[in-house]
Structures are given as structure tokens and as C-alpha cells.
């Protein structure tokens, strides 16, 4: 990954994940991961920020999100594509969330963000121990992360506790790191 360092270790839920190289091997690249040719709009290279006060993401700095605030129970990498998506792999560690469930309409936000950590009620929820959230998608030609950042920021949730790692599943595999399904 880095010299003197052949792998990533974290743990959640319990569970030991260990991010390493070469996992998916070059032809085993998704295809949508290696179009290089896409119409914009719908696959458009999106800006590197998400929105003013929310940090952007390397994949180094994904991986030290990992050790410490995914290690100390304190943060979430969330996957805010579509269920399918997921279900064919996503990081390891991840958890689905999808950006379309956090629209203000859906009856179900506010079981999601007090799932997320947060405490009270909509419009007057209260964010101080709520998790620091990892937000990813398929990668800089998806708009996907970018919008479910909005959405929890325009619901309250703290910019200063809230990533976006534009690279994506997209980079996460030409850099050939674990995958999980």
C-alpha cells in the first residue's frame, strides 16, 4: 500500500477487516469502473469537494478513518449507492446507505438518523454524538455521495463530522484494494 506497509487493519462490528493490494486483479477491473468514455450529463467528473466544511478524502486518509474513528466505534463508511450496487462489493467495513433514503420526504429519515447516531426528533436533532460518516460512491463520475452529503447536511447532520472520498469504488479498484461482497 505504502512502503513498509503491505496492509490496512481495522475492525467494526466485531468484525477484523484487512485492506490489502492486488485483490481483484487487473482483468477482474468492473467494467463500469473501467469505461473511460461516458456522456456527461449523468457521468460528469464531479467537483473534488462535496460541500463547504466537509473534508475530502484520499485514499490514505480513508484508510487512517478507518484505524481510528472506524476502530473506536466512533465512525461509519457509508455507501450511499443503490442496494444492488452494494450487494455486488463494496469496501470493506462499509455499510449501505443509500442517498435516496435521506430525502426530507422519507418517513423513515429520522430512524436513519437516529440509527446514525443522532438524538431527538427532525427539526430539533441533536448531532454531538452522532458518528463521523465516511460518504462514498461509485467513484468522480458520480454524483451519488456528493447528494447524500447534502441531504444530511440540509438535515442537520455537522459538516465537520461528515468525509467524502470521491475516488470511490472506482479508484478502490484500479488500485486493486480488497473488496467485499
Not at 460541500?51 to 476502530?71: D, H, I, K, W, Y
Not at 450496487?85 to 430525502?103: C, D
Request: glycine share 12%; with cysteine.
Amino acid at each position: 500500500i505504502v512502503p513498509g506497509q503491505s496492509s490496512v487493519e481495522f475492525e467494526f462490528g466485531g468484525q477484523a477487516y484487512s485492506i490489502r493490494r492486488g485483490q481483484s486483479g487487473d482483468a477482474n477491473l468492473p467494467r463500469n469502473y473501467s469505461q473511460t468514455t461516458r456522456k456527461c450529463p449523468e457521468h460528469c467528473i464531479e467537483p473534488g469537494s462535496a460541500a463547504q466544511g466537509v473534508a475530502t478524502l484520499s485514499e490514505l486518509e480513508v484508510f487512517g478513518f478507518m484505524q481510528t474513528r472506524v476502530n473506536a466505534g466512533t465512525g461509519l463508511l457509508i455507501d450511499a449507492r443503490l442496494p444492488d450496487e452494494f450487494a455486488q462489493g463494496s469496501i470493506p467495513g462499509a455499510i449501505s446507505v443509500p442517498a435516496a433514503t435521506l430525502v426530507a420526504n422519507n418517513p423513515y429519515r429520522e430512524d436513519l438518523l437516529l440509527a446514525l447516531g443522532a438524538t431527538g426528533s427532525i427539526g430539533d436533532m441533536d448531532f454531538s454524538s452522532a458518528f463521523d460518516l465516511m460518504v462514498f460512491d461509485d467513484g468522480p463520475w458520480s454524483p451519488t455521495a456528493r447528494n447524500a452529503i447534502q441531504l444530511l447536511l440540509e438535515a442537520g447532520y455537522p459538516a465537520q463530522k461528515v468525509f467524502y472520498y470521491r475516488g470511490g469504488l472506482q479508484l478502490w479498484h484500479i488500485f486493486g484494494l480488497t473488496v467485499t461482497k
